[in-house]
């Protein structure tokens, strides 16, 4: 049973559009965070969530946490060939456990110059 | 600061041998976790060490898996016997303690496992 759907898995678009990264659940997390992943590397933290509803930006990345906590996205706006990589999301329950954390699948996303 | 190292990078052995993975935390971090990602699936959690103690192995898959944590640094994973399943990366991370500052957890580079 995968606890966290994350869409879509696979994602090719030309440098400048934009893109969002979903991630779904039926449960509630207490926090959740997004990594980004480069071949031969382990993930890397871009951001955590805590409160429903929270916004969260990073340069030209924003984050948002679904008022009920139990899904978020990952919307990227004018998309550059350096975001080229592997997006995780990833949900932690408890608040003293954030290291043990269910992980969507991922989606790869490809920038095309 | 050192980041979480892992070794080997790769390891390739044969159906029925043994294989001992190993993770380096980062200095000071009490938190340590072992993941595996196998073929197509999502990177899923195997084990919690609480500096020496294990606090969640929940995760594992079954008892041909054993982890270590002697004196709460490094830690060891080892397969014995290694089946064609175990195949995949397997990642190590490691956090600080809540009320000892940021609780991210920071992931080694993974060591990919092959059986064949």
């Known amino acids: 049973t995968q606890l966290l759907e994350q869409s879509p898995q696979f994602l090719s678009i030309q440098e400048g559009e934009n893109l969002t990264v979903y991630c779904n659940s039926s449960?509630?997390?207490?926090?959740l965070q997004w990594y980004r992943q480069e071949p031969g590397e382990g993930p890397v933290l871009l951001v955590t969530v805590v409160t429903g509803g929270e916004v969260k930006k990073l340069k030209r990345l924003t984050f948002q946490f679904g008022d009920a906590r139990k899904d978020s996205s990952l919307h990227i706006t004018a998309a550059q060939p350096g975001d080229t990589g592997l997006y995780l999301c990833?949900?932690?329950?408890?608040?003293?456990?954030?290291?043990?954390?269910?992980f969507g699948q991922g989606t790869t996303l490809q920038v095309k110059p | 600061e050192a980041g979480v190292t892992q070794f080997p990078s790769h390891s390739v052995i044969e159906k029925g041998q043994t294989v001992t993975l190993r993770c380096d935390p980062i200095s000071g971090h009490d938190n340590l976790y072992w993941y595996r990602r196998v073929m197509g699936k999502e990177i899923k959690f195997l084990l919690h060490f609480v500096k020496e103690s294990k606090q969640d192995e929940s995760g594992m898959p079954n008892n041909r898996f054993l982890a270590e944590r002697t004196g709460g640094t490094y830690s060891t994973l080892k397969v014995q016997p290694a089946e064609l399943e175990d195949s995949g990366v397997y990642f190590c991370?490691?956090?600080?303690?809540?009320?000892?500052?940021?609780?991210?957890?920071?992931f080694g580079q993974g060591t990919r496992l092959t059986v064949v």
């Open positions: 449960s509630v997390f207490s926090s």
């Open positions: 991370a490691s956090s600080r303690s809540l009320g000892e500052g940021d609780t991210e957890a920071f």
């Open positions: 990833a949900g932690a329950r408890g608040s003293s456990n954030t290291g043990k954390l269910i």
